[in-house]
């Protein structure tokens, strides 16, 4: 059975580097598109709060970054 367990978390850019934030969650999804159009509801459900970062990303059940993206005005709104 292929593994489908994908994580979001929230988190701010320092550099180049990648510093985790207060939001972490582990979802099942079925591909990485589902997975991200997971994200969305993911963070509002399960209570992201702005001081939890001002990025989201998006890690494959291999801990690969599949997608990151900045939590601004456009993200809420898509």
């Known amino acids: 059975m292929p593994s489908t367990r994908y994580v979001i978390e929230t988190g ?4 180049d580097a990648w ?3 207060g939001f972490h969650e582990a979802i099942n999804a079925t591909d990485s ?4 159009d ?3 509801p993911a963070l509002s459900t399960f209570g992201y709060r702005d001081e939890d970062g001002n990025y989201v990303r998006v890690l494959d059940p291999e801990k690969h970054e599949i997608a990151r993206l900045p939590l601004n005005e456009a993200f809420w709104s898509a």
């Open 12 to 15: 701010t850019i320092e550099g």
């Open 38 to 40: 997971c994200v969305r």
């Open 33 to 36: 598109h589902v997975a991200l």
């Open 19 to 21: 510093k985790t934030g």
